[in-house]
Every structure is written in C-alpha cells, then in structure tokens.
C-alpha cells in the first residue's frame, strides 16, 4: 500500500554526497574532497593522443595529482618519464612517477629519480614492482638494487625532498603470509618517509574499513587512500583481480552476468557501482579517492562530478 512520506526541497541534491554538499554549502564539500587519477604511459602514438584528450577532459575537476605508472623493462621506463615530463610542461597537473625496484640497481633508479626531480616532479610512487619473470613467480631483488619499496622510499629520501605515496592491501598482498607481516611492512614504509598509501582495489567498503582498522590499530597514521578501479570490462578485471589478490564479490559478478557484448550497459554500471563505494566511503568520513582511470575520462569524469569537483573547476575559469 501506499503511503504518504514526509516531503523534502524538490531541489534537493539526492545521494550522500550530495546530502553533505547540502549540509555543508556545495564549495565547502567539494573543496574538502581530493580526488587522484591514476594512469599508464600510452604505447603508441594512437594511445598517446587517446591518453591526452582524456587529459584534457579531466584537467578542469583539478585532481590533488595525478600518477603514471612504471614497467621495469627500458622502453616502459622511457614513457613513463616522457609521459610526466609532459604533464609537468602543457598541463595544470602535479604528476607523482610510479618507480619500482625491480630489474636495476641502485644507482640506475637513483638516477632515473634524479631524472624525475630535474624534470619538476616532486611526488614519487615508490614500488617494489612485480617479479620481471610475471606476478605469481618468486620474487628476487636485483643485484645491488632496493630490495622492497621501504628500502627504494628510504633510498628516494636521500636523493631530494620527494613526497612519497606507496601502496597498501586492504586483502593483503599475496605474498605476505599473515597481518602482522602486512602492517609491518606499511609501517616501514611510513618509517621510512611515506605519507601517503593508495590502496589496492576492492568493492566492497567493509574490506577498507576491516583493513583501516588494523592500521590504526598499529598507530599508522598518514592517510590510508582508497584506489577504486574504473574497468568496465568485467573479464579483464577478474583476471587482475585474480592475479592480485583481490576478492570479486559474488553480488559484483552477477551484475556483469550477460553484459559481455554490451560494452555500453558495463561502463555505466561501473560508474554506478563506483560512485556508491564512494558514497558510502565519503559518508563515513573518507574525503581522498585515488582512480585508477585506464587512461580514459567518462568514468573517472562521471565519479568525480558526483563527488563535486566540477564546482572547483568552474570556480577556478571564473578567478
Ligand atoms: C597503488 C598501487 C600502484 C602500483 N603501481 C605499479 C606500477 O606503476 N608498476 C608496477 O610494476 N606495479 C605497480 N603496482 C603493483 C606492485 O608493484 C605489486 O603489487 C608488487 O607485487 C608489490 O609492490 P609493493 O610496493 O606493494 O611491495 P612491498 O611493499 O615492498 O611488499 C611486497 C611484499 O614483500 C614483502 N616484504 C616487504 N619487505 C620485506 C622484507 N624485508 N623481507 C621479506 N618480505 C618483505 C611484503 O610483506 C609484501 O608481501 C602498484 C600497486 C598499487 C597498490
């Protein structure tokens, strides 16, 4: 039956983002919130003009940063550096380089920092990396090279000021045995000049709060950012799902069941399934978001204007 709810201001924003835009006047909530855009370098030239247009889509929400990931092999390297060096002359982005250990020594990532820093970046993702024979095989540091990320983030430290950010596993990284391990290693890492972690992906808020609270409980401190992964292609995320560790919920698979030939329908579900994670985060107090955009801009755009971060834009063409 029917029956008659209390009425509310029809123009009334709807969803908890909004509801705290509203409580809060909408500059203040959206100038509370920091939203990151994670990238990889483009491989070709059709890539590289993909990966520049979304620039330019994305550039008006003013991202805290934004990053660029990193491949152990030479030519990886190569674009990574060109890629940021780039974003730090013909764009308004900070860039953060991604840099791993794996497959050089010390002096050769030293350098390959010192190279970042001359270029004008100043915010360093500081990795391990994957073993270079493939995720699942044993991993072995490189001869006279940083063995794990606290090691490169202490190495970083005494190359130039860096700001450092390094990751976090809200369902463990896979090699690590048990918890302990786990926080031991993000502590660390924050030991040695990290104050940032970005988390690995997850879908489900609880497995955020679950890993916050065991990080609080070891007095970590810096902020622990969600990293939200924008894959509408559900094949593709489950197999890096699997590759990483990280649960698939059975609800998430059956919203993607016979969607495999309607590429449409996936990426607005993404943004959709997206933007509720990031409500309920946003709703019990998370104001950082790191999105891992696969280089493209409408997810990453539609998550970001529901956080608000359209209003930043426009305030600033209007100073
Ligand atoms: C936000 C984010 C961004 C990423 N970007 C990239 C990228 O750009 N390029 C890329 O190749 N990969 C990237 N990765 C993937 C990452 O490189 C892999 O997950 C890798 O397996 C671990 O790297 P890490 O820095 O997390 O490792 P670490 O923090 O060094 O830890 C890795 C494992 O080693 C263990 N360990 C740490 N120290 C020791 C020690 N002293 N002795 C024994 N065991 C130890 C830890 O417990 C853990 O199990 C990214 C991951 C995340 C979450």
Redesign the pocket.
Known sequence: MNARLPHRDPNAPIGAIARAAAQHGDRAASDKVNVSFEFFPPKDDASEQRLWESIQKLEPLSPDFVSV???AGGSTRTRTHRTVERMVKESGFKPAA?L?CVDATRSEIDKIAQDFWDVGVRHI?A????PAAGIGQAYVPAANGY????DLVEGLKKIADFEIS??AYPER?P??GDWQ??ID?LKR?VDAGATRA???FFFSPDVFWRFQDRVLDAGIDIPIVP?LMLQPNFKGLKRMADMCGVCVPDWYAELFEGLNKDAATRTLLTASLVSELIAELHDRGVRDFHLYTLNRAEIASSVSRVLGLHHRGRRKSSL
């Open positions: 990931t990193y491949g991604h791993t993702v990795l391990r990396g994957d063995a794990y990320s606290s390094v990751s990284h090699e690590s391990t786990e290693n890492k970005i988390t690995q990293g």
